[in-house]
């Protein structure tokens, strides 16, 4: 069955550096996205991608988080200057229209 | 007028049980209705899913029933099983836009 593979599964960084934070989705699927999943809460949407551009975006997606689809392959999120408290679980999905397919996600700690 | 509000928050069953989890949602714009199942560790993983131009929708063990008029839908998991312990997420969108919003988590338990 296809999946959404993500890397690397964990991740650790400091206090202000860049991270990118990768998922290749389902080869046929044309919408793509970016949850977030603080340890014990409910998932959040951070953004969605297509046509190679962002199509909605919350509140969360502030100007330190990017996303970028650099091959025909690749999905990336990038958060320039990390934070303590953009330490959560981040998770890719895609869809060809509405069922999402989840990733099973990247463990981003800040320290 | 985004959020879904779940409820319970955690719930213990004995083997064989009902489990029902519910939600309620105030954007009546909202088209889209799927429940997610979620194993630590693991990506939300889709259980099952409705339209609002439905008031039931059954596969296997699981239905949701819908109750559009008081924005209200909810997850029933019949003959519960040890291996359906898991964080289980009620979600809407609306039409024609991509940002799904989640509610809060119902963590279950079904004892053997």
């Known amino acids: 069955e296809p999946e959404v593979t993500q890397t690397p599964s964990h991740q650790v960084t400091q206090m202000g550096q860049e991270v990118i934070l990768r998922c290749v989705p389902i080869s046929n699927h044309l919408y793509f996205y970016w949850y977030r999943q603080i340890l014990g809460q409910k998932v959040e949407f951070l953004v969605s991608f297509y046509n190679n551009e962002i199509s909605e975006k919350s509140e969360i997606f502030d100007d330190q988080f990017s996303v970028e689809r650099p091959d025909g392959s690749n999905f990336t999120l990038k958060i320039r200057s990390t934070k303590l408290e953009d330490s959560a679980m981040y998770f890719c999905?895609?869809?060809?229209?509405?069922?999402?397919?989840f990733g099973s996600g990247t463990r981003l700690t800040v320290v | 007028q985004q959020q879904v509000k779940q409820s319970p928050q955690s719930l213990i069953v004995q083997k064989g049980g009902i489990s029902i989890i519910n939600c309620a949602y105030e954007n009546t714009a909202f088209d889209y209705f799927p429940w997610y199942q979620q194993f630590p560790g693991k990506g939300p993983a889709l259980l099952i899913a409705?339209?609002?131009?439905?008031s039931e929708k059954k596969e296997g063990r699981f239905t949701i029933s819908f109750n559009k008029s008081a924005k209200q839908f909810s997850l029933h998991i019949m003959d519960s099983q040890p291996g359906d312990s898991a964080t289980y997420f009620c979600?809407?969108?609306?039409?024609?836009?991509?940002?799904?919003?989640f509610g809060a988590g119902t963590r279950l338990t079904v004892k053997p």
């Open positions: 409705i339209r609002p131009d439905v």
């Open positions: 999905a895609s869809s060809e229209e509405r069922e999402n397919t």
């Open positions: 979600a809407a969108r609306v039409l024609r836009r991509n940002d799904m919003r």
